[in-house]
């Protein structure tokens, strides 16, 4: 379970990023997390593995209060949570396997991790994990001949072989064509669904945030002013996320901008 409780994050030039956030989310959620530009959403998920560290209140994951964390084990606790980024972050002079087994590298010892020299067992993993996102016919390609949306499940792919309980993904599909992001979003969903995998996406796609997650959760200016199911979001609620800038469908209304 991930637990804010009145959380504030300020940044070192003293802007609030995030003000008096509450919210539990439950383990194997699927929660898609939308906003104008600026709005904080990038905040609000990088203070969950403590990319950013919360300046007030407090935050637990899975019942360990995150700010308390420190070396080792705040190293340790970033292994469990798996992250995603709108650019992919891949090797691309390297194979598709060899991305994903870059995730063990951590936990190895400094030889083999210096002569990349890994386990049948990490193979193994490395494998089936591209075989969860429908890759696995790529798995001796360089990573740089895959298209966008084959590059994002290798990244899904690498996060997975970590074995997280948690993924955070930054807006996963905003480089990907409105296909492409669509399938890609199916096997975040497949992911959650069949592992249990808490799923929490920045988007900017209210359509694909209403279709995929369970659960919504509006931000405005650092502050959460709706969370809720998604299939009770309607144009007031997103006039409200929005600024009243976009209409029920979520697109842009003519006058806007
Ligand atoms: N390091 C920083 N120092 C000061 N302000 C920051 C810093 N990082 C972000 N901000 C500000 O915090 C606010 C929230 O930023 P954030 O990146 O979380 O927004 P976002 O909702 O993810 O936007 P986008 O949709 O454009 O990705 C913005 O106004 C931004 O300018
Ligand atoms: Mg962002």
């Given at each position: ?193 069949d592992m249990k995998i808490s799923v929490l996406i920045n988007i900017h796609h209210v359509d694909l945030a209403l279709k995929y997650a369970t659960r919504v959760i ?40």
């Open positions: 379970m991930i637990k804010f409780e009145d959380v504030g994050k300020k940044y070192p030039n003293g802007f609030e990023g995030l003000k008096h956030i509450n919210l539990s989310i439950e383990q194997g959620e699927f929660v898609a997390i939308i906003g104008l530009s600026g709005a904080g959403k990038s905040t609000l998920i990088r203070t969950i593995n403590r990319m950013h560290d919360v300046t007030s209140g407090t935050l637990n994951v899975d019942g360990v209060d995150v700010m308390s964390l420190s070396g080792k084990q705040l190293r340790k606790f970033r292994r469990n949570i798996g992250m995603i980024f709108q650019s992919f972050n891949l090797i691309t002079r390297t194979t598709v396997i060899k991305n994903v087994l870059t995730a063990f590298v951590p936990d190895m010892p400094w030889f083999r991790s210096t002569f990349g020299i890994y386990t049948r067992e990490e193979k193994m993993k490395a494998l089936e994990c591209l075989d969860k996102v429908g890759i696995l016919d790529k798995a001796f390609v360089r990573a740089d001949q895959l298209s966008g949306g084959q590059q994002q499940r290798v990244a899904l792919a690498r996060t997975l072989a970590q074995n997280p309980h948690i993924i955070l993904a930054d807006e996963p599909v905003a480089a990907l064509d409105p296909v492409t992001a669509k399938q890609v979003m199916d096997d975040f969903k497949r992911i959650n669904e509006g931000i405005r200016e650092g502050e959460i002013v709706y969370d809720g199911p998604s299939s009770e979001v309607n144009g007031e609620i997103l006039s409200l996320i929005y600024k009243g800038q976009v209409d029920s469908e979520g697109n842009v209304k003519e006058e806007a901008g």
